[in-house]
Each structure stands twice: as structure tokens, then as C-alpha cells.
Nanobody, 124 residues
């Protein structure tokens, strides 16, 4: 019954903003790190950002300064605020979980309970 559901994607112009949500059911986020990942056609999955159980955050160099990850344990939800979006941010965005910390988020190999993804398209 463990499930993560992403939402908030859509079409936005370059320079615009979106906020993605990752809602958990079947477990509470208190004990988990939640990572955001993306995959564009023909490219490998890329770790975008992660927030640990201890609310420590990590970002890929490509999004640092533009994206902000946060968590609201009371709502059992993790958010990804995406500002100053670029066409190269276009991808399907996924969230996934692992216990405690964000180790390995760059590849996501140790993360589980992947959501279904939400499409982000940045285009004029």
C-alpha cells in the first residue's frame, strides 16, 4: 500500500515557475528521505533534489539556485518549487523514497516506491 503520487506538472514558458507535489500514502514521511528525479527522452534518469529525514537538502548543479525542495510531514507531502525554468528542464519528474538520508540520490538506485511521474514541459 506504499504509494507516492506526483502532481503539479504542466506547460510553462522559459523563466516561469511550477510547484510539484509528492504525496505519500501507506507510510509516513517522517522516517524517509524523498528525492525528486527526472528523465527526458533518450536520457538517463537524473537526480534533481532530495530532502532527508533531518530536513537537509541536496541539489543537482543544474538546478541549484533555481529549485527548492521542502517537506511538510503533517501533510505527508514533499514539494519541489521550480523557478527560472529552462527548456532543458523538460522531463517527466518522479519522486521516490529511501530511509533517513539522501545518499545515492544522484542515480536513485537505492530509492523505492517510485511514483507515476508528472510531465514538465518548458517551451515558448
Amino acid at each position: 500500500q506504499v504509494q507516492l503520487v506526483e502532481s503539479g506538472g504542466g506547460l510553462v514558458q522559459p523563466g516561469g515557475s511550477l510547484r510539484l507535489s509528492c504525496a505519500a500514502s501507506g507510510f509516513t514521511l517522517d522516517y524517509y528521505a524523498i528525492g525528486w528525479f527526472r528523465q527526458a527522452p533518450g536520457k538517463e534518469r537524473e537526480g534533481v533534489s532530495c530532502v532527508s529525514k533531518f530536513h537537509i537538502t541536496s541539489y543537482a548543479d543544474s538546478v541549484k539556485g533555481r529549485f527548492t525542495i521542502s517537506r511538510d510531514n503533517a501533510k505527508n507531502t514533499v514539494y519541489l518549487q521550480m523557478n527560472s525554468l529552462k527548456p532543458e528542464d523538460t522531463a517527466v519528474y518522479y519522486c521516490a523514497a529511501r530511509l533517513n538520508v539522501c545518499s545515492g540520490y544522484v542515480t536513485g538506485s537505492q530509492f523505492r516506491s517510485w511514483g507515476q511521474g508528472t510531465q514538465v514541459t518548458v517551451s515558448s
